[in-house]
């Protein structure tokens, strides 16, 4: 049997492919955007480089190089499509200036991450066009984490590119000043995308790892670049403290452990302490900001040997700082949680009931406060809160949480 025919091998093909594509999709992306200056045409060619792997490696075998060989297929693929367009002698140069090698250029990545959060894209833009061209995610799957059709995305993609080529935004890594007005932006959409792969918004999983680790990329990225900004390093250390607990977060059946519940014994020590040293960096810098603070909350929660003997105390003064930097309705929310321990559930719910009027369609906000409402014996009235939360969240694992929690609540009458 000829070696085209066989489906083991185009089947291992076809997942190495895979693998090396979600690795260095954004990588070879941003290479040939940085020198072709043109964000459909560099795509593209990556995209025609895949189908030419897919065509050959079943029968050829994969390289040692993969990613240096999709590289070199598209730069080739984008040479004779100049050459047919009449702008080769324009574009030869810059076109041979591309590197053959697949050694890692993250400052190309870079470039584009900030090209992708320029001030004059709009903000749901910057955060799909930074899913599609530096983290590899195809249209379809941005528009299911976002619950909007596959042709809205695309639009709203297509929009973004035409506005950069329009307003002729240039692909590259603003100046210092720039830079310190883009970062927030661009920080906004990795938590974003972290978030996302915490609580995905579609599909049948409750979490998808690959935009954690998307996000965690992003931020690391971010931090080796600008390293005397803190608030990288604050935004990275929030991201490992999270992924630390990330074997205990969900059950056997795919069922969301609260923090409360979970085995503390599974939790990864060692990135817990590499969040920590991070942390140090951050605040010897001396200008705190959100993600520091966000983070040093999260170790709080990190280094206790039990919920029980949680330090709330640190804790209250912690979501006080973030307040003070960061006003808005779900940290105050947050902070009722940590008020439950420090000064008794009734004192609680009644600043949760507070932000009904802001968050009345966040699930959270209901979730939370039935969970105050069970802390003071209103069962009835925790259920109808459970209730209203599980109608408003998508993700399957939150939804089998309060699925569990309202059976629970249904069997003890």
Known sequence: ?????????????RSLLERVFREEAGRLTASLVRLLGDFDLAEEM?????????????????PQR???WLLTCARHKAIDRIRREGRFQDKLAQIAA???SAEREPDDRLRLIFTCCHPALDPDAQVALTLRAVAGLTTAEIARAFLVPEATLAKRVTRAKQKIAAAQIPYRAPEADERTERLPQVMRVVYLVFNEGCFTTAGDLGVRREL???AEWLAALLAGALPQEPEPLGLLALIRLHTARWSARLDEGGRLVPLADQDRTRWDARRIRSA???IERAAAMGRPGPYQIEAAIAAVHCEAPSWRA?????LHQLYDMLLSVDPSPVVRLNRAVVVSHTDGPAAALAQVEALADRLGRYHLFHATRAALLRDLGRTEEAARADEQALRLTANPAERSLLTARLRAAGDAH
């Open 98 to 100: 591309l590197p053959a």
């Open 1 to 13: 049997m000829s070696s085209n025919t066989d489906p083991a091998g185009a089947g291992a093909a």
């Open 310 to 314: 949680t330090d709330w105390p640190q």
């Open 46 to 62: 990556v995209g025609e480089a895949v189908v030419e792997a897919l065509r050959r490696w079943p029968s050829t075998g994969p």
């Open 212 to 214: 954690v680790d998307d």
């Open 276 to 278: 920590t040293a991070l």
């Open 66 to 68: 993969p990613g240096a």
